[in-house]
């Protein structure tokens, strides 16, 4: 099963690019390579029909592969881009949680659903808001973070 997470962006898309590229080409010398059949039916009939498929010109045809797995990569790329964004930002708040071991998870449960009610169960939220705390305020402990989140919504809104 292929993980896009695992490799960098970049080097998604040069995978992609090259694989394409190298799918088109062994494809289009597959359809233009004559097999041995082709080859002696074609010594023993001149016909025109067969004189036609010989002179198939390669290079046209290479071009038209790899410009269509070129074709192919953009599409595949504008569809990927258009739908990472925010699936790069979620991996980017996992990665940044684990490297400091800090998660709204580890806060206490009457702490996250107090939190949850706040923010009407917007989960997302919750926990990019938990993860801006502990990047603005290290070394504390998760139940302090969750705290400082419900104080600062309850203090924005006017409650206290």
């Known amino acids: 099963m292929f993980r896009p997470d695992v490799f960098s962006k970049p080097a998604a898309k040069a995978s992609l690019l090259i694989s394409t590229i190298a799918g088109s080409v062994l494809a289009a010398s597959f359809l233009t390579a004559p097999t041995s059949f082709e080859s002696r039916a074609m010594h023993l009939d001149a016909s025109p029909t067969n004189a036609d498929t010989s002179n198939v010109n390669r290079g046209a045809v290479l ?5 269509g797995s070129v074709a192919l990569y953009q599409g595949v790329k504008a569809s990927v881009d258009r739908r990472s964004p925010s699936a790069h930002r979620s991996a980017a708040n ?12 580890r806060a206490s449960r009457s702490l996250q659903r107090q939190l949850l009610l706040l923010l009407h169960d917007d989960q997302a939220t919750a926990h990019r808001l938990f993860t801006q705390a502990s990047l603005r305020y290290p070394g504390e402990k ?3 973070y969750a705290e400082k989140v419900i104080y600062d919504l309850e203090r924005d809104r006017g409650a206290r």
């Open 63 to 67: 071009a038209i592969a790899v410009g």
């Open 94 to 105: 996992l990665s940044l949680q684990s490297s400091q071991g800090v998660s709204l998870n």
């Open 142 to 144: 998760p139940n302090w």
